[in-house]
């Protein structure tokens, strides 16, 4: 464990004695930009930066549209509204994903219902999802599926690309058209990744991304949704702006809005940061190599990104052979200056989504006790010596 505590430090240019699992990264036009937005006076969310970072994520990623929000809850949110989904829904997800997963799927009223994920991807699994599907959905006359045991419509499915792995994408496509389930993709952490060549958040109905301070890139928080579908966007834009009929002086509201709309300010940010996203997967993508050579002669496992994927690393991790084995390397990493952390609680094992219903949950349990991250910013050293 010492190797790995001075492996750690020898790769990462960090001023301090710390490091953290991942820090943001600003050396590009940040300051110019922000200053830009002061400077004009538009800091909220009128001003010509959030725009701007709207064609930018929509170019990268190849979406025809991509409408911005203050976060990537509030875009997960937005899109499950979008897609339809009711208070009286199931919505299918992972058990193994960041809880704003699941709390946005509850923000619409729908129940979430846990199935287990894939040993390859560590994300929604479309083979155990099928089993669920085939066990209990039916297609109704009205043409939507419902699950035969709670009689509720299953409207939505939302697969999660945990730590940039994209999940088994082609599958999810052809399941979710299948059973009429609208596929909405959590991108929150795989901005960039790609899954046969195409960009993640770019296969289902809508993606969503996150923009907050510890994602690959950052407007300080921010999300984005994005979308090929026209009435989509201009719904999703019209809502998140707290449903204003555009007037030049009147306050006319023509249905309940949120005021999920990022500020100008974020957004700035934002548009920097995009101009140093390609550069960062790079990086990102050389540590997860140096990462992998490493932990190939030790008692881990390094965790590869899935076939057919090119993964922006977002978050390395690594396989512990058992819980104790994590549980040890946690405590002594923690206790030396190197911040590693367990990968997060099942959702199902959370009080408010216990109720909820899943499958078996197999590999989740086994990810649970045995996945550490390790730090991954894209800060390393000498890299622009070269
Ligand atoms: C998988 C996943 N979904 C959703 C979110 C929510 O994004 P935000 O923190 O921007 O609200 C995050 C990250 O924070 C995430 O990791």
Redesign the pocket.
Known sequence: MERLIKFIRSIFDEPTEFIPLHDPRFIGNERKYLNHAIDTNFVSSVGKYVGKFETMCAEYTGAKYAVATM??????HIALLMAGVKPTDEVITQSL??V??AN?ISYTGASPVFIDVDKKTMGLSPTRMEEFLHANAIIKDDGFCYDKITNKRISACVP???FGHPVILKKFVELCNKYNITLIE?A??SIGSTYHGKQTGTFGKMG?F???G??IITTG???MIVTDDETIAKRAKHITTQAKVPHKWEFVHDEIGYNYRLTNISAALGCAQMETLTEFIRIKRELAEKYKTFFADTDYTFFSEPENCCSNYWLNAILAKNREQRDELLAFTNSNGVMTRPIWKLMNQLPMFENCRCDNLENSKWFEERVVNIPSSAIIKDYYKR
């Open positions: 976060n990537g809850t509030s875009a997960l994903t960041f704003a997963t946005a999660m690309h945990t959590d929150a952490e969503i996150s923009f907050n510890n994602k928080g921010g999300g």
